[in-house]
């Protein structure tokens, strides 16, 4: 699965303003609401899934990034967000450090297999370290298109 089938243009943002986890998900959710993958009478319900998922365990894997997700019955097809926050914020993580590049991923619960390729293309780039540095330093949604369009090359010719 390629991260520029399933990552949302409309719903990238490489300067998030956000204070908290539970801020970043709520704007997050909201950013897959405007780009209309997600039914804005849909959004409180999935933040609520969302932080609940993250209470019982963090989804912040450390080195800086956190990959929340949802499976839900209502969702159709695979459909991430993804924000930088610039400041960092709390995630729980595994290292204890704060998380600066957020992948929020939600799937149809019906179909358990796309989920696990979904993150597997996301896991599979976050776990290199380049990919992270450059994340993080993208200034634009534009940034973040050539390194999610540079991933897939990757991943297509590993």
Same mark, same amino acid.
């Given at each position: 699965m390629?991260?520029t089938? +399933?990552? /949302?243009?409309? #719903?990238?943002?490489?300067? *998030?303003? #956000?204070?908290s986890?539970?801020?970043?998900?709520?704007?997050?959710? !909201?950013?897959?609401?405007? #780009?209309?993958?997600?039914a804005?009478? /849909?959004?409180?319900?999935?933040?609520?899934?969302?932080i609940k998922?993250e &209470?019982r365990?963090? $989804?912040?894997?450390? &080195?800086?990034?956190?990959v929340?997700?949802?499976?839900? @019955?209502?969702?159709?097809? =695979?459909? =991430?967000?993804?924000? &930088?926050?610039?400041?960092?914020?709390?995630?729980? #993580?595994?290292?204890?450090?704060?998380?600066?590049? +957020?992948f *929020?991923l939600?799937?149809?619960?019906d179909q358990?297999e796309?989920?696990?390729? @979904?993150?597997?293309?996301?896991?599979?780039?976050?776990? /290199?370290? $380049?990919?992270?540095?450059?994340l993080? !330093?993208?200034? $634009?949604?534009?940034?973040?298109? $050539?390194l999610l &369009?540079?991933?897939?090359?990757? !991943?297509?010719?590993?």
């Amino acid at each position: 699965m390629k991260l520029t089938d +399933i990552v /949302q243009e409309k #719903a990238i943002c490489p300067d *998030l303003e #956000a204070k908290s986890r539970d801020d970043a998900i709520k704007s997050m959710m !909201q950013m897959l609401v405007d #780009a209309g993958v997600v039914a804005s009478e /849909q959004h409180t319900e999935f933040v609520k899934a969302v932080i609940k998922r993250e &209470n019982r365990g963090s $989804t912040g894997f450390g &080195n800086g990034v956190a990959v929340p997700h949802l499976k839900e @019955a209502s969702v159709e097809r =695979v459909v =991430v967000a993804v924000a &930088n926050v610039v400041d960092g914020v709390e995630f729980n #993580a595994l290292d204890g450090s704060p998380v600066h590049s +957020i992948f *929020l991923l939600l799937s149809p619960s019906d179909q358990p297999e796309l989920h696990l390729e @979904a993150m597997e293309a996301v896991f599979g780039s976050l776990s /290199q370290e $380049t990919f992270r540095r450059f994340l993080r !330093q993208a200034s $634009t949604v534009e940034d973040v298109l $050539t390194l999610l &369009n540079d991933a897939d090359s990757r !991943q297509l010719s590993a």
